[in-house]
């Protein structure tokens, strides 16, 4: 079983349940963080003591303070936490049910495990916890029968970053000159411009406005 886990979640009741219940399933030791900058902290710091976290679990959204903070959704949290451990299982555990985002976090972030809060939260958290442990996937009954759903659209990374961008208030140039420093390709003018026109037609959205409120609403991204 798991002997180091690290839970990242804002909430000090919805913590301390987590904590209960991990602690009723193993001997492990855990930690928690109630924002992801720290949470992120303290993964590094485990590494670099050579005792690395096996198991991350962690919510979607946070509420912040009024300190500045680098990494503001549990989503973005995954992504820089794959980044310097890509090896670290991870199950999310969050009151998000929207299908897209639950298949966006398999297949674009490799997560190990999906668990939805709710009445019979913690106990299908313990499932999930074991079976990722078992090195299977999970997914409780909510997020499965997201999982199931063959209509939702699939963006790429690519695609999930234009769209991030747009949504924070950048304009195409800004979003080419983001692009080459971050040497993400394709960065031309005009491959930005014809991607976000494909995706325009496929919401059937006039504007990139309209564009970034559809994609919101469906929660395609975070």
Do not use: W
Request: with cysteine.
């Amino acid at each position: 079983m798991f002997t180091k886990i690290i839970i990242a979640e804002d909430i000090d009741n919805e913590n301390l349940g987590i904590v209960s219940s991990v602690n009723e399933l193993t001997n492990a030791q855990v930690d928690t963080a109630q924002f992801c900058d720290k949470t992120k902290l303290k993964i590094e710091r485990a590494i670099q003591e050579g005792t690395p976290y096996q198991l991350l679990i962690s919510d979607l959204s946070f509420t912040l303070d009024y300190k500045k903070h680098q990494i503001t959704s549990g989503k973005q949290l995954i992504g820089e936490v794959k980044k310097i451990q890509p090896n670290i299982k991870i199950i999310v555990f969050s009151g998000e049910d929207k299908p897209a985002i639950i298949k966006s976090l398999f297949e674009n972030y490799q997560i190990n495990g999906y668990v939805c809060k709710g009445l019979y939260g913690l106990s299908e958290l313990n499932k999930a916890i074991q079976q990722v442990y078992d090195g299977k996937p999970y997914t409780c009954p909510v997020s499965k029968n997201a999982m199931h759903q063959n209509n939702i659209l699939q963006l790429d990374p690519y695609e999930i970053q234009l769209l991030t961008l747009l949504v924070q208030g950048y304009k195409q140039e800004e979003i080419r000159q983001y692009l080459v420093k971050k040497e993400i390709s394709p960065n031309s003018k005009r491959s930005i411009e014809d991607r976000i026109r494909k995706l325009r037609e496929y919401f059937n959205a006039k504007t990139n406005i309209q564009l970034v409120y559809m994609v919101n609403q469906l929660g395609l991204i975070s």
